[in-house]
């Protein structure tokens, strides 16, 4: 279960939180062999494709908090100057499944993919480094080049700057702007933006899939534009 955020529920400083817990689920799925997603097909020359996120993405809520109280006060929850910047803070997640299900074939009746999606990162806990770098591209030697990611949202950018946050821990806390990364063929890049558009996803092209001599993940930071480097053995 998820206990992460549990301390602050159980015993909140915001006296009318009528929420005292976050929420637990189960999860069964079914999948078809032929459709499994491993990144066992990733290749050097394959696009990464960012989708874009406003908001913190249900990620960094601890380190948000902290930085709110640092900056705003203890009695943050009844100050109007934050009232702004909690609900930046408060902004809903975007849902994707829908629109990587109609990829991966999922409404068909013969189950053949629109386009063959090679690898899904969910930009969650650990973010670049875990969900994307150690998960998908060092076990298989690889390294990637994202040098073209969506703005951060205010919000992020404010966290950073109020609690003195590194750029590379930003990228392990944060999805920054992009909570899924996808990679595909570079044929696809046109038509995998035309159909996340139909979803109402705002995509782009953040960068390729590389081989380098020894594998690392470069980021073109948006907070401040420095490069950020995450390597094997580093989390």
């Given at each position: 279960?998820?206990t992460?955020?549990?301390?602050?529920?159980?015993?909140?400083?915001?006296?009318?939180?009528?929420?005292?817990?976050?929420w637990?689920?189960?999860?069964i799925?079914?999948?078809?062999e032929?459709?499994?997603?491993?990144g066992?097909?990733?290749?050097?020359?394959?696009?990464?494709?960012?989708?874009?996120?406003h908001?913190?993405?249900?990620?960094?809520?601890?380190?948000?908090?902290?930085?709110?109280?640092e900056?705003?006060?203890w009695?943050r929850?009844?100050?109007?100057?934050?009232?702004?910047?909690?609900?930046?803070?408060?902004v809903?997640?975007?849902?994707?499944e829908?629109?990587?299900?109609?990829?991966n074939?999922?409404?068909?009746r013969?189950f053949?993919?629109?386009?063959?999606?090679?690898?899904?990162?969910?930009?969650?806990?650990?973010?670049?480094?875990s969900?994307f770098?150690?998960?998908?591209l060092?076990?298989?030697g690889?390294?990637?080049?994202?040098?073209?990611?969506?703005?951060?949202p205010?919000i992020?950018?404010?966290?950073?700057?109020?609690?003195?946050?590194?750029?590379?821990?930003a990228h392990?806390?944060?999805g920054c702007?992009?909570?899924?990364?996808?990679?595909?063929?570079?044929?696809?890049e046109?038509?995998?933006?035309?159909?996340?558009?139909?979803f109402g996803i705002?995509v782009?092209?953040?960068?390729?899939?590389?081989?380098e001599?020894?594998p690392?993940?470069?980021?073109?930071?948006k907070?401040?534009?420095e490069?950020?480097?995450?390597r094997?053995?580093?989390?």
């Open positions: 279960g998820e992460a955020e549990l301390g602050e529920f159980v015993g909140s400083d915001n006296r009318n939180a009528t929420v005292k817990y976050l637990s689920a189960v999860a799925g079914i999948y078809k032929t459709n499994i997603i491993t066992n097909e990733l290749e050097p020359g394959m696009s990464v494709m960012a989708c874009r996120e908001g913190l993405g249900c990620n960094g809520n601890s380190l948000a908090r902290k930085a709110l109280k900056h705003y006060g009695d929850y009844f100050s109007e100057p934050a009232r702004e910047s909690i609900e930046q803070a408060a809903p997640a975007i849902l994707y829908t629109f990587l299900n109609h990829l074939g999922w409404g068909r013969d053949k993919p629109h386009i063959k999606v090679k690898a899904i990162a969910h930009l969650t806990g650990g973010s670049f480094q969900k770098a150690d998960y998908f060092f076990p298989r690889l390294s990637a080049d994202l040098d073209n990611l969506w703005d951060p205010k992020a950018k404010n966290i950073v700057e109020w609690s003195g946050t590194s750029q590379r821990e392990q806390v944060f702007g992009q909570r899924v990364l996808a990679v595909i063929n570079n044929k696809n046109s038509e995998f933006c035309s159909r996340a558009n139909t705002e782009k092209k953040a960068g390729e899939i590389t081989e001599k020894e690392a993940l470069r980021i073109k930071s907070f401040n534009g490069d950020v480097f995450f094997p053995g580093e989390g």
